[in-house]
């Protein structure tokens, strides 16, 4: 292991960079700042960029109070210029790894990421992906592009995959205490990116691949995406039972061992949960193998935002209303409560579905102010009694804390309630996923 890096980890002089300043790398980036080191943001987004060195915080899990401290320390500083890699000696590559439209991986973002990185890599480096992505990319495609300088992996630079499994949004865990997983290329890569990040986390996990690091990951968000599935198939049958299935799920969670609770809902979102699986199962159709409970899994999942808008119909049919002019209220569009993503959001989804039908859609959520809808663009209302007496039908997508549940039942004439924020309030009115 490089001596001299493992030094400057423990002097703290370190210089980190971290590309890509997202959901993973703004909180990471910001981390590292506070560990004590001098970090380097780098995006190819100049309003991040600008934004950022302003201090002002565009992931609410930073503040900007925190950013601004750590930018007055000359800990922390922002660019969109890739020299700056010249002189920073560990790089965390937090790029996006999204699906292409036919549903197959695009890994662009690192391939272009890289190829920078490649430019200013430099003798005693330490270069780690963090991007999401199937097992097999840091050695197959990242390490290639990089020994093509010449300079070799384990011995003039190192590389290593370690999973970012930050859950934007959770009050307990950051990045700094949940735990890292890291797998390099070689011993001495995952020694050295062990004990970087131990100099800025709570907890390191070795592992003795890049690829064990990366089909951990993998493991990991296919196991929530199953178990969704497995859940929302479970309320589906529910209903045709005529059981509640949020009280089954309580009932099963009292087990103390052996049982795991997940919960139904609208359907996927996020940048994670549905997109990765799919990394994983083109892989293996790379390998003539078929990954049949990520594909079962992705078909149950991907059908709820139309199973919710079966749910609307039937309550606007209840009050002897069509979708056709009926005007719906959807309280929520972020994938998931106290968050601002609507990546992916299950509510885009169902809102389309329900324009498609000439319905009068309007939405309130804090979080998302303005949405995006083909070529709409709607704007989130203030929530007010008036608002609530005026929908034909409020659907509950998203449960975000600020909802008062108690009162929206009070003032809305029929509720489609994907999330059980209702629980407890017994009324004819409210369709319960
Ligand atoms: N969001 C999450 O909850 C989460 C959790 C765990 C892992 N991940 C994974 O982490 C990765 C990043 O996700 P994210 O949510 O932070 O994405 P994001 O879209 O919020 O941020 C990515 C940033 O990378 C920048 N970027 C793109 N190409 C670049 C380039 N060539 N050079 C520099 N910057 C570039 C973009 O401008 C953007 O600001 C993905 O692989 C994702 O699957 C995300």
Same mark, same amino acid.
């Given at each position: 292991m490089d001596r001299s890096l493992r030094e400057k980890i423990s002097a703290r002089s370190l210089r980190v960079g971290v590309v890509g300043l997202g959901y993973v790398g703004l909180p990471l980036a910001t981390t590292f700042a506070e560990a004590g080191f001098q970090v380097t943001g780098i995006d190819i987004d100049q309003q991040k960029v600008d934004q950022a060195n302003r201090?002002?915080?565009?992931?609410?899990?930073?503040?900007s109070g925190t950013l601004q401290a750590l930018i007055d320390t000359k800990r922390l500083h922002f660019t969109n210029d890739y020299a700056a890699l010249d002189d920073v000696d560990a790089i965390s590559i937090c790029v996006p790894t999204p699906l292409r439209k036919t549903r197959d991986p695009d890994i662009s973002y690192i391939i272009s990421a890289i190829q920078q990185v490649r430019a200013h890599l430099h003798s005693g480096q330490l270069i780690v992906l963090e991007s999401t992505t199937y097992p097999g990319t840091t050695d197959e495609v990242v390490l290639p592009e990089l020994e093509s300088t010449g300079l070799k992996v384990g011995v003039d630079f190192f590389l290593a995959f370690s999973p970012e499994r930050i859950d934007p949004g959770n009050p307990n865990f950051g990045t700094r205490n949940t735990p890292k997983i890291v797998g390099g290329i070689t011993q001495a890569c995952t020694e050295l990116a062990q004990a970087f990040y131990g100099g800025a986390l709570e907890a390191v996990v070795p592992v003795s691949s890049a690829r064990v690091a990366e089909m951990t990951k993998l493991l990991e968000n296919t196991f929530r995406a199953v178990n969704i599935g497995l859940v929302n198939e479970i309320a589906i049958m529910c209903e045709k039972l005529h059981i509640n299935v949020w009280e089954v799920i309580e009932a099963a969670a009292?087990?103390?061992?052996g049982f795991m609770p997940f919960l139904p809902g609208p359907g996927l979102g996020g940048h994670c949960i549905p997109v990765d699986p799919h990394y994983l199962s083109w892989k293996l159709k790379t390998l003539d193998y078929t990954a049949r409970f990520i594909e079962l899994a992705a078909e149950i999942n991907s059908s709820m935002p139309h199973y919710v808008v079966n749910k609307i119909s039937e309550a606007l049919n209840e009050q002897r209303r069509s979708f056709n002019g009926a005007t719906v209220l959807v309280l #929520?569009?972020?994938?998931?409560?106290?968050?601002g993503d609507v990546r992916e959001s299950p509510a885009l989804d169902i809102m389309q579905a329900l324009m498609l039908r000439k319905a009068v859609v309007i939405y309130n959520d804090e979080y998302v102010p303005s949405l995006t809808l083909g070529n709409r663009t709607l704007h989130s209302q203030s929530l007010s009694s008036g608002l609530l007496q005026a929908a034909d039908c409020v659907v509950i997508?998203?449960?975000?804390?600020?909802?008062?549940v108690p009162w929206i039942v009070r003032e809305a004439r029929c509720i489609v309630d994907?999330?059980?924020?209702?629980? #407890?309030?017994?009324?004819?009115k409210v369709f319960l996923l």
């Amino acid at each position: 292991m490089d001596r001299s890096l493992r030094e400057k980890i423990s002097a703290r002089s370190l210089r980190v960079g971290v590309v890509g300043l997202g959901y993973v790398g703004l909180p990471l980036a910001t981390t590292f700042a506070e560990a004590g080191f001098q970090v380097t943001g780098i995006d190819i987004d100049q309003q991040k960029v600008d934004q950022a060195n302003r201090g002002e915080s565009y992931i609410p899990d930073i503040s900007s109070g925190t950013l601004q401290a750590l930018i007055d320390t000359k800990r922390l500083h922002f660019t969109n210029d890739y020299a700056a890699l010249d002189d920073v000696d560990a790089i965390s590559i937090c790029v996006p790894t999204p699906l292409r439209k036919t549903r197959d991986p695009d890994i662009s973002y690192i391939i272009s990421a890289i190829q920078q990185v490649r430019a200013h890599l430099h003798s005693g480096q330490l270069i780690v992906l963090e991007s999401t992505t199937y097992p097999g990319t840091t050695d197959e495609v990242v390490l290639p592009e990089l020994e093509s300088t010449g300079l070799k992996v384990g011995v003039d630079f190192f590389l290593a995959f370690s999973p970012e499994r930050i859950d934007p949004g959770n009050p307990n865990f950051g990045t700094r205490n949940t735990p890292k997983i890291v797998g390099g290329i070689t011993q001495a890569c995952t020694e050295l990116a062990q004990a970087f990040y131990g100099g800025a986390l709570e907890a390191v996990v070795p592992v003795s691949s890049a690829r064990v690091a990366e089909m951990t990951k993998l493991l990991e968000n296919t196991f929530r995406a199953v178990n969704i599935g497995l859940v929302n198939e479970i309320a589906i049958m529910c209903e045709k039972l005529h059981i509640n299935v949020w009280e089954v799920i309580e009932a099963a969670a009292t087990k103390p061992f052996g049982f795991m609770p997940f919960l139904p809902g609208p359907g996927l979102g996020g940048h994670c949960i549905p997109v990765d699986p799919h990394y994983l199962s083109w892989k293996l159709k790379t390998l003539d193998y078929t990954a049949r409970f990520i594909e079962l899994a992705a078909e149950i999942n991907s059908s709820m935002p139309h199973y919710v808008v079966n749910k609307i119909s039937e309550a606007l049919n209840e009050q002897r209303r069509s979708f056709n002019g009926a005007t719906v209220l959807v309280l #929520g569009v972020a994938y998931k409560g106290n968050v601002g993503d609507v990546r992916e959001s299950p509510a885009l989804d169902i809102m389309q579905a329900l324009m498609l039908r000439k319905a009068v859609v309007i939405y309130n959520d804090e979080y998302v102010p303005s949405l995006t809808l083909g070529n709409r663009t709607l704007h989130s209302q203030s929530l007010s009694s008036g608002l609530l007496q005026a929908a034909d039908c409020v659907v509950i997508v998203t449960d975000h804390s600020y909802y008062d549940v108690p009162w929206i039942v009070r003032e809305a004439r029929c509720i489609v309630d994907t999330r059980n924020m209702t629980r #407890g309030h017994n009324d004819e009115k409210v369709f319960l996923l």
